[in-house]
């Protein structure tokens, strides 16, 4: 069985900058909620402060959604060279 490159790229970037993005809006209201993951993708991502309001929340998202839509499609496409039989002698 094969992945849909296209399809598992683009779910793994809305889920993931979903996730990102309700954790930065939950922040606003409650600054406690998050704080530790906030930091921590903020030290991922050049340019997000975890504190730095609604802008902010959407400036994570965005970075969220592109990271892991390269890290889906990345995985898709590897998980496909290596469960499909062919000339590389993957099993």
């Known amino acids: ?21 309700l954790v930065a809006l939950v922040n606003l209201t409650w600054p406690s909620y998050g704080q530790e ?11 997000y402060r975890a504190t730095s309001g609604f802008g902010g929340a959407i400036v994570g998202a965005l970075y969220a959604l592109v990271d892991a839509a390269i890290a889906g499609a990345i ?17």
């Open 1 to 21: 069985m094969k992945l849909n490159v296209k399809a598992l790229a683009i779910t793994a970037g809305v889920i993931w900058a979903a996730g990102v993005f």
């Open 75 to 91: 995985f898709a496409w590897i998980y496909n060279r290596l469960a499909t039989p062919g000339e590389s002698g993957a099993a």
């Open 37 to 47: 993951f906030l930091q921590a993708v903020a030290s991922i991502y050049p340019g």
